[in-house]
């Protein structure tokens, strides 16, 4: 076994650590607490009103723009960290193809705030 | 066989794949959108897994942070904004199904196939040092160096496709009105 | 090769620190809070109400935890898992002491106090953070109700907007710290790289400057604000606190929590609390760098180090309660258009201005 994948049993341990601590403090919970069920705790809480419609509301189209946004800049830094470590060697060729890249990305998100989509009204 | 079966890599592997068959099933299958979702995160983390077996670390959490962290959760935004409201269970089946499952065949039957071709009876020595971040530059800044510069134009398409679908056209006489004030 | 006993104690160790120090800032907020209003605050529970968080902890054991009829069951149990366990992940990778020789099975070994030393650390953060976000939006959806779900949305399209410009100003001190003499070529990314590059001293020939740090803060400023903004927005903390406004959405995305499932997700904010300002203290404030660490040597100095690791990441904190008790909340809009029109936009002009300079340093002026 080498070193590389006894980093990653580590990761998988503390995965596991960090789920029985959850379970843990849940279970002794369960053990101690009381339980009083009356209908109208398991009404659905809206300030202390009896709810009104369903629970599911419709959310605003615009939170899917962000959401895109993010992926975008998200696979741009992505994309930047390989090259921000080779940086040396790639050399001017690396820098311009990198420049042309961030550009690319960046004329996106100046269309998304002159289109006004990131404007809350 | 009994080789195959003394390495412990290969186990881990065969769990590996159990699960994202198992999730991919799911993903199909689920009639509530959020676990269809949360099944395909199943299905990234574990194919990260795989990455990681094949100790190619930087493109294993590539995965999990593009995919599960950020192109998912696109998709949870995609169910808000759309199916919520509708209730949990609705039924997500329709006449298309035969047309879908040939569709999967042929995909599959492609890339195993490829796959075939490409690394037959290879042995794959991926197991060991982790493949390192400058390596995976120099391939990506030199020979997939087109590819890369593509990305960030369907990147940009992508943008524009979803600012187009989700913004609400104006008259002129509007967009006026809406700067005096 | 390290045996599995060490691995083993080396997640303890992270698991510890990272509990403990939980426990003891929520006291120290609410200590902080009370005095910066002029109250006493928490003072019965032990000397200084020091234990007040543990009995706190121990009366939600005692409390009735409530299913609302209308949740989604599995979705809705799971949540507090993916709250916490990302949130102690992110903690694997930071450094909290100095590495130290050891001798191993006759060997010399250099143990190095970071529980997990990966090459592509400053990732791992990342998608962990970026993991955290199920949490808000899954116990949002999963509860049934209008408030929850609407605070769950926007906690999320929240969380995501600061996180690409945090990883817009990583970026920005990775290709800072590559370009630095004697890096080698995959240790950029490892966050015990960036903490070991922060050692010494600018200007160690000028002795009167020879005591400013060669920290991160100073040639990347820029990036360690759009970094610091970002980790407030991350953790859903004042002036950021949207989630959980309780004028507009009651208390947000766990509003239909009780008992100890919402105490996981109160656990889990403080985690991200503490594991971001590591975080913060690792890439930008020489990590568990300070002085007088070449003077004395062994275990004094490794506990020395861990000291000012702590202190480090204290003031950072000091820094997220001071801001809670200054700042009034922001409006929706104007948090989205801060991350979206000068956040991400500043990070963008930042990465560019930072790849010149190293490029200069690098190829020369392109005119000379």
Sequence with gaps: ?121 | ?181 | MMPIWLALAKVLLAFVVGLGVVVLLVWFERKIVSDLQNRIGPNRAGPFGILQTVADGLKLFFKEQITPSRVERFVFELAPFLAVVPALMLFLVVPIARPIEITLDGAPYLLSFAALDINVGLLFALAMSSIAVYAIVLAGWSSGSKYPLIGGVRGSAQAISYEAAMGLSMVAVVMWVTTLPGVTDMGAMSVNEIVLRQQGTFFPDLLALSWIPQWNLIPQFPAFVIFMIAIFAETNRAPFDLVEAEQEIVAGFNTEYSGMRFAMFFLAEYLNMFTMSALAVSLFLGGWGGPFLDTIDGWAATALSFGYFLFKTGLVLFLFVWVRATLPRFRYDQLMQLGWKRLIPTALLWLILTTLVVSFREFGAPWA
């Design chain 1, 1 to 121: 076994m080498t070193e590389y994948f006894q980093d990653y049993i580590t990761v998988g341990a503390f995965i596991g650590l960090g789920a029985v601590l959850v379970l843990a403090m849940l279970g002794v919970a369960s053990l101690l607490r009381p339980s009083n069920p009356t209908k109208a705790k398991y009404l659905t809480y809206e300030c202390g009103v009896d709810p009104v419609g369903d629970g599911w509301a419709q959310s605003h189209v615009r939170y899917y723009i962000f959401g895109l946004l993010f992926v975008i800049f998200d696979v741009e830094a992505v994309f930047i960290f390989p090259w921000a470590i080779k940086l040396e060697e790639l050399g001017m060729f690396g820098l311009v193809e990198m420049v042309v890249f961030i550009a690319i990305l960046t004329v996106g998100l100046v269309y998304a705030i002159r289109k006004g989509v990131l404007k809350w009204e």
């Design chain 2, 1 to 181: 066989m009994a080789d195959w079966i003394s390495l412990p890599v290969n186990w881990v592997f065969l769990v590996l794949a159990l699960v994202i068959a198992f999730a991919g099933v799911k993903v199909v299958t689920s009639r509530n959108l959020i676990h269809a979702a949360l099944s395909l995160v199943g299905v990234l983390a574990s194919t990260a897994a795989l990455f990681l077996l094949l100790s190619a670390e930087f493109v294993a959490w590539v995965l999990v942070l593009v995919y599960v962290g950020a192109v998912l959760v696109l998709f949870l935004f995609g169910i808000m904004i759309t199916r919520a409201p509708m209730g949990r269970e609705v039924s997500l089946d329709n006449e298309r199904r035969g047309l879908a499952a040939i569709t999967a065949l042929a995909t599959f039957a492609l890339l195993a196939g490829t796959s075939w071709v490409a690394f037959g009876d290879v042995e794959i020595e991926g197991v060991g040092d982790p493949i390192t971040t400058g390596d995976l530059a120099d391939s990506l800044l030199g020979r997939y160096l087109i590819p890369f510069e593509i990305v960030s134009f369907v990147l940009l398409a992508a943008l524009i496709g979803g600012i187009a679908l989700a913004r609400k056209d104006r008259s002129p006489a509007e967009e006026a009105e809406r700067t005096d004030a």
